[in-house]
């Protein structure tokens, strides 16, 4: 059985004009590319039908989608602004996008195919009644609540584009059955302002919304870290039925809308993790959608590189591309000379031995917080396992097939936790009360390491590290109920 890529010219069209970032070609050069890598032979390629009203409905207010088919302006739905102009027959386009994700994930869900592509979807800023962030129909919530309907109880998301995938969080935020994780620059600096560590799902739904807001301009590693640290620990306690994973490639670092900076071949990395992870705790179920990505170059690359993860094969990053490409040189930004990146295996959480210049004893107080002066580190005193400069030891880890180091984190946790519970108090909570829940898990850190198996390495800086630690603290919550 071959993987599903779901293409039509019409899906090509999505475009808010060709002085807008979310403009022509962007979905038409990636398809273009892979084909040149011979990817698209590994695929069935199915046309789809549009979404209809009432599948679109499932998700968007029937007032909503009534708007987007006037093609006149209005506020209140979000159309006609400076980021979302009437474009014409873009609700056609839109529903044909949104019907390419539907049909991929029946498909995969019912068994008639073990994965499907969908690179125009992934329009993950639109709301149940707005039109945001260039996105008109969710695409990947008409997909989800199709598979709600059905009776899935555990659907998760996965969102890796550069900016916070409000839309989808959104409109499950009540809902313990989705399970939505998104990695992406903090809201501090970057549309759509939102997706903090404290945002972590509604009543009844806490610590199924997980958000990792990262500092600007992470190194390829330590955006590696951000990835590779939570989401196979989250995804092993949630067991989901399908995956459905969202690959903007805005992260990389010639996206003129973003500033994570990350290379190609890093991204290329943590697609084939996602494949992985797909494999190992969702029964292989995966639909990978498409997402942001504004510069054509970059697209074009990393959308090769998720068909090539979806159809399960190896490309060369040293690659040359076509002849008369405007852009790089090779498939990935590094050619021959990429770093190696093997450390961020996807069947383990990370086997990176922190430095022993780290490995320091927690303060005995904290002027800015973190555990009381008195109170034992709420980490085991015994056994210690091979502190710094001991060898590394296989064990039964059950991630994966190695043990995970854990010697030096709990003085690194500590630390981080004093800075992050200052500044967190102090930098939300004026906007949002909930934001004290932050550094209430935090006073338990290792707790949920303990119960994920997540471990940050210093290496990666404290802005990255705080941001993971704060993704953590976000599913305490979600750890101790399953
Ligand atoms: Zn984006």
Same mark, same amino acid.
């Given at each position: 059985?071959?993987?599903?890529?779901?293409?039509?010219? *019409?899906?090509?069209?999505?475009?808010?004009?060709?002085?807008?970032?979310?403009?022509?070609? &962007?979905? &038409?050069?990636?398809? *273009? @590319?892979?084909?040149?890598?011979?990817?698209?032979?590994?695929?069935?390629?199915?046309?789809?039908?549009?979404?209809?009203?009432?599948?679109?409905?499932?998700?968007?207010?029937?007032?909503?989608?009534?708007?987007?088919?006037?093609?006149?302006?209005?506020?209140?739905?979000?159309?006609?602004?400076?980021?979302?102009?009437?474009?014409?027959?873009?609700?056609?386009?839109?529903?044909?996008?949104?019907?390419?994700?539907?049909?991929?994930?029946?498909?995969?869900?019912?068994? &008639?195919?073990?994965?499907?592509?969908?690179?125009?979807?992934?329009?993950?800023?639109?709301? #149940?009644?707005?039109?945001?962030?260039?996105?008109?129909?969710?695409?990947?919530?008409?997909?989800?609540?199709?598979?709600?309907?059905?009776?899935?109880?555990?659907?998760?998301?996965?969102?890796?584009?550069?900016?916070?995938?409000?839309?989808?969080?959104?409109?499950?935020?009540?809902?313990?059955?989705?399970?939505?994780?998104?990695?992406?620059?903090?809201?501090?600096?970057?549309?759509?302002?939102?997706?903090?560590?404290?945002?972590?799902?509604?009543?009844?739904?806490?610590?199924?919304?997980?958000?990792?807001?990262?500092?600007?301009?992470?190194?390829?590693?330590?955006? @590696?870290? #951000?990835?590779?640290?939570?989401?196979?620990?989250?995804?092993?306690?949630?067991?989901?039925?399908? @995956?459905?994973?969202?690959?903007?490639?805005?992260?990389?670092?010639?996206?003129?809308?973003?500033?994570?900076?990350?290379?190609?071949?890093?991204?290329?990395?943590?697609?084939?993790?996602?494949? #992985?992870?797909?494999?190992?705790?969702?029964?292989?179920?995966?639909?990978?959608?498409?997402?942001?990505?504004?510069?054509?170059?970059?697209?074009?690359?990393?959308?090769?590189?998720?068909?090539?993860?979806?159809?399960?094969?190896?490309?060369?990053? #040293?690659?040359p591309m076509p002849k008369g490409w405007h852009g790089s040189a090779t498939l990935g930004d590094f050619g021959s000379a990429r770093p190696d990146f093997t450390e961020f295996d996807p069947r383990q959480v990370l086997a990176t031995r922190p430095e022993p210049a780290s490995c320091r004893p927690p303060a005995r107080s904290s002027p800015t917080g973190g555990f009381p002066p008195t109170a034992r580190p709420p980490y085991p005193a015994t056994p210690r396992r091979g502190c710094c400069g001991a060898p590394y030891r296989p064990g039964g880890h059950p991630l994966g097939e190695r043990e995970i180091e854990l010697?030096?984190?709990?003085?690194?946790?500590?630390?981080?936790?004093?800075?992050?519970?200052?500044?967190?108090?102090?930098?939300?909570?004026?906007?949002?009360?909930?934001?004290?829940?932050?550094?209430?898990?935090?006073?338990?850190?290792?707790?949920?390491?303990?119960?994920?198996?997540?471990?940050?390495?210093?290496?990666?800086?404290?802005?990255?590290?705080?941001?993971?630690?704060?993704?953590?603290?976000?599913?305490?919550?979600?750890? &101790?109920?399953?």
């Amino acid at each position: 059985m071959k993987p599903l890529l779901f293409n039509a010219e *019409e899906m090509r069209r999505y475009s808010l004009g060709p002085d807008h970032p979310m403009g022509p070609d &962007r979905v &038409r050069l990636a398809h *273009e @590319l892979a084909d040149y890598f011979h990817l698209t032979e590994e695929f069935e390629v199915v046309e789809p039908a549009a979404a209809t009203t009432a599948e679109l409905t499932a998700v968007h207010s029937p007032d909503y989608i009534t708007a987007t088919r006037l093609e006149v302006p209005a506020r209140r739905f979000g159309l006609g602004t400076e980021d979302n102009p009437i474009s014409h027959g873009l609700s056609t386009v839109a529903a044909r996008i949104a019907g390419a994700s539907l049909q991929a994930t029946q498909a995969v869900w019912e068994g &008639r195919a073990p994965r499907a592509l969908n690179l125009a979807g992934g329009l993950h800023h639109a709301f #149940a009644d707005s039109m945001s962030g260039f996105c008109m129909y969710n695409d990947a919530a008409v997909a989800i609540q199709w598979l709600l309907d059905q009776g899935a109880t555990r659907v998760a998301y996965l969102d890796l584009d550069a900016h916070h995938g409000d839309g989808v969080e959104r409109i499950f935020w009540d809902d313990p059955r989705v399970l939505t994780i998104s990695v992406h620059e903090s809201g501090l600096y970057l549309f759509p302002h939102s997706g903090f560590a404290h945002d972590i799902g509604g009543p009844g739904a806490e610590g199924t919304a997980v958000n990792i807001a990262l500092p600007r301009s992470p190194s390829d590693a330590a955006w @590696l870290h #951000a990835v590779h640290a939570l989401i196979p620990a989250l995804l092993s306690r949630f067991r989901p039925q399908l @995956l459905i994973s969202q690959h903007g490639a805005d992260p990389h670092a010639a996206d003129p809308l973003a500033d994570l900076e990350v290379s190609i071949d890093a991204m290329a990395h943590a697609y084939r993790s996602v494949a #992985a992870w797909a494999d190992q705790y969702a029964n292989g179920k995966w639909v990978a959608l498409g997402g942001g990505g504004y510069n054509l170059d970059s697209v074009a690359r990393a959308w090769t590189h998720v068909t090539a993860a979806v159809a399960g094969v190896d490309l060369d990053p #040293a690659a040359p591309m076509p002849k008369g490409w405007h852009g790089s040189a090779t498939l990935g930004d590094f050619g021959s000379a990429r770093p190696d990146f093997t450390e961020f295996d996807p069947r383990q959480v990370l086997a990176t031995r922190p430095e022993p210049a780290s490995c320091r004893p927690p303060a005995r107080s904290s002027p800015t917080g973190g555990f009381p002066p008195t109170a034992r580190p709420p980490y085991p005193a015994t056994p210690r396992r091979g502190c710094c400069g001991a060898p590394y030891r296989p064990g039964g880890h059950p991630l994966g097939e190695r043990e995970i180091e854990l010697d030096c984190l709990p003085y690194l946790v500590h630390s981080t936790n004093s800075i992050l519970s200052t500044r967190s108090t102090t930098f939300h909570s004026s906007t949002n009360p909930s934001s004290v829940s932050i550094a209430s898990p935090l006073s338990k850190p290792l707790k949920m390491y303990w119960q994920l198996n997540v471990a940050v390495s210093p290496d990666i800086g404290m802005s990255t590290a705080k941001a993971i630690l704060k993704g953590v603290a976000s599913v305490d919550h979600f750890s &101790r109920e399953s």
